[in-house]
């Protein structure tokens, strides 16, 4: 099976190197980044290290990059895609356990979810509002999430070509939940370590910033 890791990154030139290395210490040899945009060298941090770079020429958002690096690695011939971020949040040990229900044939996708087990240090108030997401969006999709915004998931070939993002920003992340849903896709949730640090609180998004994903994906729905 050839796994491909996707790495978003926007302005990530501080943890980037670190985040490539230790993939490629756990044997992920083929580990892609979309630089997005970014002001600093995320791109060129991820190319020393080793990945494959892929840039768009202004920044796009988190669903463009995904949608981009998709399409590239199953060009490439991907059984599995993971998806991982660049801000060193989550542990490449735990990939194994995301991919290996796919090899088995058990499931088409594997979520991460930092709550199934309570594997984060998350502060309270974002905790809240990923719980209250999580809550929404399993009711609206008809889904049995406890995590519905977590950056590390597997995904399948055959649920990558069924997949078709048209969000550019975060709302990509409601986005592949309503297509499991509506296109009869198997998931799993698997535990997974989501670590906060002083970097991610200061450098990812803000609590607040739910209310705008929000807000954006329930405007979309409406005028489609
Ligand atoms: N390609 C791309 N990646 C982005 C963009 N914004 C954030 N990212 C990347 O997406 C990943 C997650 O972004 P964060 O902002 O930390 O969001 P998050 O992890 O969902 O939120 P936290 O719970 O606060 O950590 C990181 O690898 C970022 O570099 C963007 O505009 N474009
Ligand atoms: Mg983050």
Redesign the pocket.
């Known amino acids: 099976m050839n796994i491909s890791v996707l790495?978003?990154?926007?302005?990530?030139e501080k943890k980037i190197g670190e985040v490539v290395r230790k993939l490629k210490a756990q044997g992920y040899g083929d580990v892609v980044v979309?630089?997005?945009?970014s002001e600093d060298k995320?791109g060129i941090v991820a190319e020393k290290e080793g990945a494959k770079a892929l840039y768009?020429v202004i920044?796009?958002?988190?669903g463009?990059?995904?949608k981009t690096g998709i399409k590239y690695c199953l060009r490439n011939g991907a059984d599995i895609i993971v998806t991982?971020?660049?801000?060193d949040?989550h542990s490449p040990e735990e990939i194994s356990k995301l991919v290996e229900p796919i090899i088995n044939g058990e499931t088409e996708i594997c979520i991460g979810s930092r709550f199934l087990k309570n594997t984060t240090n998350?502060p309270f108030v974002?905790r809240l509002f990923?719980r209250g997401g999580a809550l929404l969006l399993s009711r609206m999709y008809k889904l049995n999430l406890t995590d519905s915004?977590?950056?590390l998931r597997a995904i399948s070939k055959s649920a990558a070509e069924k997949i078709n993002l048209t969000a550019d920003?975060?709302e990509h992340?409601s986005e592949i939940l309503e297509q499991i849903s509506k296109k009869n896709i198997s998931y799993k949730e698997i535990p997974v370590t989501?670590r906060?640090t002083e970097y991610?609180?200061n450098?990812?998004?803000?609590?607040w910033d739910a209310f705008r994903i929000l807000y954006r994906m329930l405007f979309r729905r409406l005028i489609r």
Request: aromatic letters at 8%.
């Open positions: 790495i978003p990154a926007f302005n990530e979309i630089d997005d945009g995320t768009h920044n796009r958002g988190q463009a990059a995904l991982f971020d660049a801000d949040q998350a974002r990923l915004h977590n950056g920003r975060m992340a989501i906060y991610s609180l450098h990812g998004q803000k609590s």
